[in-house]
C-alpha cells in the first residue's frame, strides 16, 4: 500500500510538471506568477499589457522611447497607496521628479433591477511618473498591482534601495 502510495504521489507530481512545462497562455500567466523578490530584476517583454506585483521596498524601472523612470510605493493602506517617482524625458532631457497617491474605492449602486454594481466614481487609480502613465490596483496592506502598458520596450522591477542613485541616462 505505502509503494502505491508513494507512485500515485509520483504521478500527481510528473503531470503537474508536465502541465507547467507546455504552454501556457499569457493571460493565465500573469495571474499565477508570484511576487518578484525586492533583490531581483526582472525584465518584462511582452507584447500585451502585463499585471505587475510590486511590494514594499520595490521599486519599478521604465525605459522606452520616451525616457527613463522609477517608481516606489512609500506608504500602502486600507486600499491606497503613496508613491514617489524619478523620470528623465528622452525629448528634452530634463530630469522630473514627484510623488503622488492613490485610491481605490468601491461603492456598491444600486440598479433599476435590485441588484449592485461596484462604482469606481471616486477612485484615483492612475500612477503618473513623467512621461509614463499606467493604471493601479490594491493588492495588500503590503504591495499593489501595475499594469505596465506594451510601449516600455523594458520594464523592471528591482530593490527600493537604489531609487535615489540609479542613472536614468542609460
Excluded: C
Excluded at 74 to 95: I, P
Aim: aromatic share 8%; hydrophobic share 40%.
Amino acid at each position: 500500500m505505502r509503494a502505491r502510495g508513494g507512485l500515485l504521489v509520483g504521478v500527481v507530481v510528473g503531470v503537474l510538471v508536465a502541465l507547467l512545462a507546455t504552454r501556457v497562455s499569457p493571460s493565465i500567466r500573469r495571474w499565477t506568477m508570484p511576487p518578484i523578490p525586492p533583490h531581483a530584476a526582472s525584465p518584462v517583454r511582452s507584447a500585451e499589457p502585463q499585471m505587475l506585483a510590486i511590494m514594499r521596498g520595490e521599486m519599478l524601472y521604465l525605459r522606452d522611447s520616451l525616457g527613463q523612470a522609477v517608481i516606489t510605493f512609500t506608504e500602502f493602506g486600507d486600499r491606497s497607496a503613496t508613491y514617489r517617482w524619478r523620470a528623465r524625458v528622452a525629448a528634452t532631457g530634463a530630469e522630473q521628479q514627484g510623488s503622488g497617491r492613490l485610491v481605490e474605492r468601491m461603492e456598491p449602486s444600486p440598479r433599476a433591477d435590485g441588484s449592485h454594481w461596484l462604482d469606481h466614481g471616486n477612485s484615483q487609480t492612475r500612477v503618473a511618473a513623467g512621461p509614463f502613465s499606467m493604471a493601479w490596483s490594491y493588492r495588500s496592506e503590503a504591495s499593489a498591482w501595475l499594469y505596465v502598458k506594451a510601449d516600455p520596450s523594458r520594464a523592471s522591477i528591482m530593490s527600493a534601495t537604489a531609487f535615489s542613485t540609479l542613472s536614468l541616462y542609460q
